[in-house]
């Protein structure tokens, strides 16, 4: 957001013919305070302010081998305590670097208390202290805000890397001007009869007073461009100055003249457009972006000379204070915006005199269930909207005309809801998708075992949406269970709606993927658990070339990993396991051949 109006002081470039303000060196810094405009384009530098230092605080050395190349220096004392922040403006694809000491004396600057050294490749248009006024809000090219206290000296550092420079402008910022809008920098640091160079709005009447004691005559001069020259009939103690110039005063005194020159500009003062009035459907956390009004409020005014802010009275849009968020969060009514148009060369060149009435008219809201199941027994179900809003007409896909409908059929409902308004139709639709839930049933149940995880997969040819669990533990809405131990299991089947549940047992059966027998007591043998849930179950173990190594039964205590007494070696082993089913015939296990790995 643009912190511009928060009575922040814009110092730029506001006449071309004017003398640029700008030193290469230190100690001829110059002084700027409150109303001060300062431009600049640099060109070189003089002397090495640094003495060959390979850095200061951030900067580094250039391709000059010192740490300028194309330097400007200025210096400011705080007059008030607060919080204090700047902007420097540049063309985007310029490289401007800067450094911030907190010194009085340029052969003492210490090291820099804000320094920013970063390339531009991003292309932006500002570096400094503080926030972005573009309103990056992290920007590599800004550093923290500085809270600063009265009396304290200060020397602002500005280099252009690149090479390629269109000059650059100073905004100063910062909660200290909203407490201290006209004192906030000294201006006695500024030695002139005239005072500091003045920034004006058109149509000001600026007046410049060179009132000095035991004065014999005085003399006004302008230069606007071509020299100086006297201004006729100017030989009083002021001069009122409505043109942007450079104006100088001689005043005769019986012991000599006093010279004194000043710089004065004055800056556009804008115009904002008609803006129109918005009414617009609103919804829950609904924005307005006011940047879409900017264009109405510039009324082909440049964007890059003026900026627009927004603001929920007319005295903070006086102020320029307080400005609106540009994604500004409606609520539901209507309320007044006021614009404030304002210049960037200089923030007290404003107009504040438009404003416009934003509408919004509140969207119907639907509360219930997109989805909605009911079970086949109950033979209906009321769907939509429980209260009826007096303001709000409803029209169902049936036909019917009511917040709420009965309905006895499965298939899709869809209710419309309009709020008119002021001449705005705005309006919610929601389908409901209308199931019914029948008895649950399990037609069939997988088990993959025999593995390490064993699976266990419950099928039904009941339509509808279902939950199941294993041995009564928490409900799923996925029919499979995976790491299943061995034994005996029930597995549960139900609607969620209340419809009702079903059950079964089911047989799972286990084995150990690796076991080593190494006389740790740790997995000494192999077995496969779960065997005295078969009939006559038996278990045949080979190795790799199909010779029989060991068969088992459910009563076997498992293989110890030999063979005729003596141990195998540690390799993979194949097994079949086969029982005998409730027809009575001898049946192999799903998977005919597994196989596992003993290790020693």
Not at 147 to 167: C, K, M, P, T, W
Not at 182 to 207: F, K, M, T
Not at 567 to 594: C, E, H, I, M
Request: hydrophobic share 35%; glycine share 8%; with cysteine.
């Amino acid at each position: 957001m643009f912190k511009l109006f928060l009575k922040t002081l814009l110092i730029l470039l506001f006449w071309q013919a004017a003398q640029a303000q700008v030193v290469q060196d230190c100690v001829d810094a110059i002084p700027i305070c409150s109303n001060t405009p300062i431009n600049g384009g640099t060109n070189g530098f003089g002397a090495d302010d640094f003495y060959g230092a390979a850095s200061s605080g951030c900067l580094e050395q250039t391709t000059t081998g010192a740490i300028e190349s194309n330097s400007a220096w200025y210096r400011f004392r705080t007059a008030q305590a607060g919080q204090l922040g700047f902007n420097i403006g540049h063309n985007s694809n310029e490289d401007w670097d800067f450094a911030l000491y907190r010194a009085s004396d340029c052969n003492d600057l210490g090291e820099p208390v804000r320094c920013n050294f970063f390339d531009n490749s991003e292309n932006t248009s500002f570096i400094g202290v503080g926030e972005d006024p573009t309103g990056e809000g992290d920007s590599v090219h800004y550093e923290d805000w500085l809270q600063v206290e009265a009396g304290e000296d200060y020397y602002l550092f500005i280099n252009n890397f690149s090479n390629v420079n269109s000059g650059f402008s100073i905004q100063f910022t910062g909660n200290i001007w909203v407490d201290h809008p006209n004192s906030a920098l000294d201006c006695s640091i500024v030695s002139n009869l005239l005072g500091p160079p003045i920034a004006a709005c058109e149509g000001d009447n600026v007046v410049l007073d060179a009132t000095s004691s035991g004065t014999i005559n005085y003399e006004w001069y302008s230069d606007t461009g071509s020299g100086y020259q006297l201004i006729a009939g100017a030989n009083g103690a002021t001069h009122n100055v409505q043109n942007t110039g450079q104006y100088r005063v001689v005043v005769t005194t019986s012991v000599g003249n006093i010279v004194s020159d000043v710089q004065v500009g004055f800056n556009e003062v804008p115009i904002t457009g008609v803006l129109t009035d918005e009414i617009l459907c609103y919804e829950d956390d609904m924005a307005f972006d006011l940047n879409g009004k900017n264009t109405e409020a510039l009324n082909g005014m440049d964007p890059d000379d003026f900026v627009v802010s927004y603001h929920s009275s007319q005295t903070d849009a006086d102020a320029g204070i307080h400005p609106l968020e540009k994604l500004y969060v409606l609520a539901v009514g209507s309320e007044t915006i006021y614009v404030r148009t304002t210049s960037l060369a200089n923030p007290d060149c404003y107009d504040a005199s438009q404003s416009f009435v934003l509408n919004a008219i509140e969207t119907p809201v639907l509360s219930f269930d997109g989805q909605v199941v009911f079970c086949e027994a109950a033979g209906s179900l009321e769907i939509g909207e429980m209260q009826s809003n007096p303001h709000y007409t409803y029209q169902w896909s049936t036909g019917a005309q009511t917040p709420s409908i009965m309905v006895t059929e499965a298939g899709e409902y869809t209710l419309t809801v309009t709020h008119q308004s002021n001449g705005m139709t705005c309006e919610a639709s929601r389908t409901v998708s209308v199931e019914i839930s029948n008895m649950p049933q399990i037609s069939s149940v997988d088990i993959d075992d025999m593995s390490v995880n064993n699976t266990v997969t419950i099928n039904t040819e009941s339509h509808g949406m279902y939950e199941f669990s294993l041995d009564g533990v928490d409900f799923q809405t996925s029919n499979v269970f995976e790491g299943v131990p061995p034994g005996v299991h029930t597995v549960s089947m139900r609607d969620p709606y209340g419809c009702g549940v079903v059950e079964e047992d089911i047989v799972v059966v286990g084995y150990l993927a690796i076991f080593s027998p190494n006389g740790d007591v740790m997995n000494e043998t192999w077995q496969v658990d779960g065997l005295s849930t078969l009939n006559s179950p038996i278990v045949t173990i080979y190795d790799r070339y199909g010779k029989l190594i060991k068969q088992m039964n459910e009563f076997d205590a498992g293989w110890d990993g030999s063979f005729q007494g003596k141990p195998l070696p540690s390799t993979d082993y194949w097994f079949k396991l086969s029982y005998v089913d409730d027809d009575g015939n001898r049946t192999y296990a799903k998977y005919l051949q597994s196989h596992f790995s003993l290790r020693r």
